[in-house]
């Protein structure tokens, strides 16, 4: 048997003879035929598509060939590479997109091409804008009502109030138990001694089209007379967007960070246009307890909280000079002490942070024994019990309040920026009975004092959490249902410690 190499690949078709020869046999001629190739060179990609974000970004592709020259070119001016052209290589070709900076996505094709090799090309897709803009009337500043700082401003709130579980319920307004918020209520909050309330509220529950993220009207008019129903006693306001079924506070991750940051646009641009022409005595929170656990989650929390703070001062009016609250991450006060780094505001001294403290957390919201620790019933130094020892605290007592408290005093407060205690509480514990029972309300009541206090001492402004529960395991001040104050004993040391 005989076996015919042939040197390399032709594009047309060739033939030759070859002559075997053995000795004094007779010579054999065999014509042979060598069919043209398609190609003479390979030319691959390892991508057949890419997707770039509608910001813009850089996507990398290997390009192999055996070709001579190669080249690589795209049918738009919106796309471009670090290499065009190159030689026999196996080599990275970088893309590069520039913002799309329509609604809609757009489209591209890169081609890569050499002589009598195969041209190969990736379809390329650009995302347009997952949301309309809503900043569709947008003011001149306007500074009228608007001239204190966030320190002057701090100084007028003595002590807040959280309408918890309410504005926030998933489902609506009473769909966790508390009854529609009356003017009648809000008055009872002030009367009892708080001049400021926290309105944590749901926005993505609300929406009249899902798909644009337009919030419905009726419900922006519903908020917008709760808040009214606040500044008609002369209180503060710090509206949020709360969990809201958790779409940011459960994805400050890189994978969400741009469909997040759309919607916490479309959101913001139509709250503040809604609610622009209150005066100061309204503020605005970015968020609610973002989960935040290292630096790069951070950063992506610190995205979310720009895209805030752009949105509501594009709108002009009394929000381009409307003080704004930013989250710490989780709004942890150890985690806001190590990661946090504050966005930035094109309006000096309009900014405040915000933490929220329920330590010990046994004492303050555990409800069962675990395998970790067990509940605590008892706080405070001189509040132990002799004869119940076990449930007792055994961390998070006055030293380490002081302790937490000075390091946003450090952080925040000294550099000129106040802190809003935006959430705290410790649940009543009333299947106890008897001598415990009252050991328990009086050791709570002295938390809820001594906490306070040092809040104020430290230049945080409280603001209890008041879910409307009156049972057991609840925090409720007020009995929304009847108007009148449920639990006095709670109110008095809150308004004592805040003194």
Avoid at 20 to 36: F, R, Y
Avoid at 308 to 322: D, E, H, L, M, P
Avoid at 364 to 384: E, S, T, V
Wanted: glycine share 6%; aromatic share 10%.
């Amino acid at each position: 048997m005989v076996s015919v190499l042939v040197s390399s690949k032709t594009i047309e078709k060739r033939t030759d003879t070859l002559t075997i020869t053995a000795g004094n046999a007779k010579p054999v001629q065999v014509l042979v035929t060598q069919e043209a190739s398609d190609y003479l060179y390979t030319l691959s990609a390892s991508v057949s598509s890419i997707t770039f974000s509608r910001a813009g970004n850089s996507s990398s592709f290997k390009l192999t060939s055996t070709a001579p020259q190669w080249t690589v070119e795209s049918d738009v001016e919106w796309l471009t590479f670090d290499k065009t052209t190159g030689s026999a290589s196996s080599v990275y070709i970088s893309a590069s997109a520039s913002e799309n900076e329509g609604t809609e996505a757009r489209t591209a094709t890169i081609t890569l091409k050499a002589d009598y090799a195969p041209t190969v090309e990736i379809s390329v897709t650009q995302k347009g804008e997952y949301y309309p803009s809503y900043n569709t009337s947008p003011l001149e500043p306007d500074a009228t009502g608007m001239s204190s700082t966030a320190l002057e401003l701090a100084a007028k709130m003595k002590v807040g109030w959280n309408l918890g579980n309410t504005l926030e319920a998933i489902g609506g307004e009473t769909a966790w138990g508390n009854p529609v918020t009356s003017q009648a209520i809000i008055d009872l909050v002030n009367n009892s001694g708080f001049n400021a309330v926290r309105l944590p509220c749901s926005w993505n529950g609300h929406l009249s089209n899902a798909s644009t993220a337009q919030i419905n009207a009726t419900w922006l008019e519903r908020v917008r007379t709760v808040v009214q129903y606040c500044i008609n006693n002369d209180m503060y306001v710090i509206l949020n967007i709360h969990w809201d079924g958790g779409w940011l506070e459960n994805n400050c991750t890189t994978a969400k960070q741009e469909e997040n940051n759309a919607k916490q646009k479309a959101f913001w641009e139509q709250i503040a246009t809604y609610m622009r022409d209150f005066d100061e005595h309204l503020l605005f929170a970015s968020a609610n307890e973002p989960n935040v656990e290292n630096a790069t989650e951070m950063s992506v929390l610190n995205s979310y909280h720009q895209t805030f703070i752009n949105a509501v001062r594009s709108t002009g009016g009394k929000n381009s000079y409307r003080v704004l609250v930013i989250q710490g991450p989780s709004t942890d006060i150890e985690k806001t002490n190590n990661l946090m780094v504050l966005p930035t505001d094109p309006i000096p001294n309009k900014m405040m942070a915000e933490v929220h403290y329920y330590s010990p957390y046994q004492f303050c919201l555990m409800d069962k024994d675990a395998d970790w620790g067990k509940m605590a019933y008892y706080w405070g130094n001189a509040y132990h019990s002799a004869t119940d020892t076990e449930r007792n605290a055994t961390w998070g007592e006055e030293a380490f309040v002081d302790e937490m408290f000075g390091l946003m005093k450090t952080q925040f407060v000294n550099q000129g920026i106040p802190v809003i205690m935006g959430e705290y509480a410790a649940v009543r514990r009333t299947t106890l009975t008897g001598d415990a029972l009252t050991l328990h309300l009086n050791s709570r009541a002295y938390y809820l004092r001594y906490v306070t206090q040092q809040m104020k001492a430290n230049g945080i402004i409280p603001f209890y959490w008041d879910a409307g529960g009156m049972g057991n395991l609840g925090s409720a001040l007020i009995n929304r249902n009847n108007l009148t104050v449920f639990d006095q004993q709670a109110l008095d040391s809150i308004m004592v410690g805040a003194q």
